[in-house]
């Protein structure tokens, strides 16, 4: 009998102990930091399907979506999936939302702490030796933006429908350039483009320096590629700022004749087409524009040498040897560095039709024209 007494004293001063932790606890359980777990705490699912009709044919491998709580108090959710979407685990509440394909070479994410600051840009080209201060220009890009979305506890995940659109424009052009034996080097960039876009705010803000251009010479043209961010219809409107297309030819004297053109009417008004046989589909976004560089008498001359300036040295027929290094191109045309290399040197002995020079090179089969 003594012994159940003792066996049930024991049981009650368990319970009392029991109790005394739950109302200590209690404290705890209301503070910020438990309120943090709960939030969270996954309790609802929406199944997110991407459309990518008349966006692009060619899907990015991965989507990155970011839901922007309308309570402060709570913590942003973000989740990877695949460009056909996928489940996302989210807890009930008032979001505003992005997505925007991962991975990209040139772009980089900056202020992606909010939906108001979350900004896309491109670096800065480094590894070219041609003292320019250029950035790169923005590869593909494709967003969603949604000021408002509402999800509900449900047991059912909840269907989101959305249509990314393509935020970058792709430009090419071509220009005559005749005395091509009398130039060492190119160097070609654009001022007054869109050199960042905030992807909630649907805004772009202007380049501070010129975005470089890709360069090619192909059966006597000089053929050049560039992006920049674009504003949508729908998107708050940027300062306006002349838009200069120039090339600096360094001739074979060392000496430099710059050319600038004006291109901000051709930028504007230019139709959705590309150029050359690979032409994209009229209209189609995110495909190339092919722009007409409005060059007095529609050709480049390159200006006679000085006096005295070897024909034979460093240009057509010269010693290539020594500019490999530089340019990050070898006598056959293939890039050593997986970057746009933005100067355009001879890359060959021989001086005849067809023959490549390695300016903004970013495949071997884009410099032997392949």
């Not at 990314?164 to 160097?187: C, M, N, Q, T």
């Not at 705010?201 to 890709?214: M, Y």
Request: charged share 25%; hydrophobic share 35%; aromatic share 8%.
């Amino acid at each position: 009998m003594a012994s159940n007494v003792g066996e049930m004293s024991g049981m009650k001063d368990a319970r009392h102990m029991i109790l005394w932790l739950f109302f200590g606890l209690l404290p705890m359980l209301g503070s910020c930091d438990f309120r943090d777990m709960l939030d969270d705490y996954p309790v609802s699912g929406v199944q997110i399907k991407l459309d990518w009709k008349g966006v692009t044919d060619k899907l990015p491998q991965t989507m990155r979506i970011i839901f922007y709580p309308k309570d402060t108090q709570r913590r942003k959710v973000e989740s990877y999936l695949p460009a056909e979407g996928g489940e996302v685990k989210v807890p009930p509440g008032r979001y505003a939302v992005v997505a925007y394909n991962f991975n990209t070479e040139s772009i980089q994410i900056r202020g992606d702490e909010s939906y108001e600051t979350i900004e896309a840009f491109t670096g800065h080209c480094t590894g070219l030796d041609i003292h320019e201060d250029m950035v790169w220009s923005p590869d593909p890009l494709y967003v969603v933006a949604l000021d408002e979305v509402e999800i509900r506890q449900s047991d059912v995940a909840l269907p989101l429908d959305w249509k990314p659109e393509a935020v970058v424009d792709h430009y090419s052009f071509d220009i005559k350039v005749e005395g091509w034996d009398r130039i060492l080097s190119i160097i070609c960039h654009v001022d007054g483009l869109n050199g960042s876009y905030f992807i909630g705010n649907r805004a772009c803000h202007l380049s501070e320096v010129p975005i470089c251009v890709n360069t090619k010479r192909e059966n006597g043209l000089l053929w050049g590629y560039f992006s920049s961010f674009v504003l949508l219809k729908d998107a708050k409107t940027r300062a306006d700022s002349p838009m200069l297309l120039t090339l600096k030819i360094v001739k074979r004297d060392k000496t430099v004749q710059e050319v600038k053109v004006d291109i901000t009417e051709v930028i504007e008004t230019a139709p959705p087409s590309g150029g050359g046989e690979e032409e994209p589909d009229v209209g189609v976004p995110g495909s190339e524009i092919h722009i007409e560089v409005p060059v007095p008498e529609d050709k480049v001359v390159v200006d006679d040498l000085e006096p005295g300036t070897d024909e034979g040295d460093g240009g057509i027929g010269g010693d290539v040897d020594d500019w490999d290094d530089e340019t990050g191109c070898g006598a056959t045309g293939e890039l050593i560095a997986n970057r746009q290399i933005n100067i355009l040197t001879l890359i060959t002995d021989n001086y005849e039709e067809g023959f490549i020079f390695g300016f903004g090179c970013s495949s071997s089969n884009e410099l032997l024209g392949k």
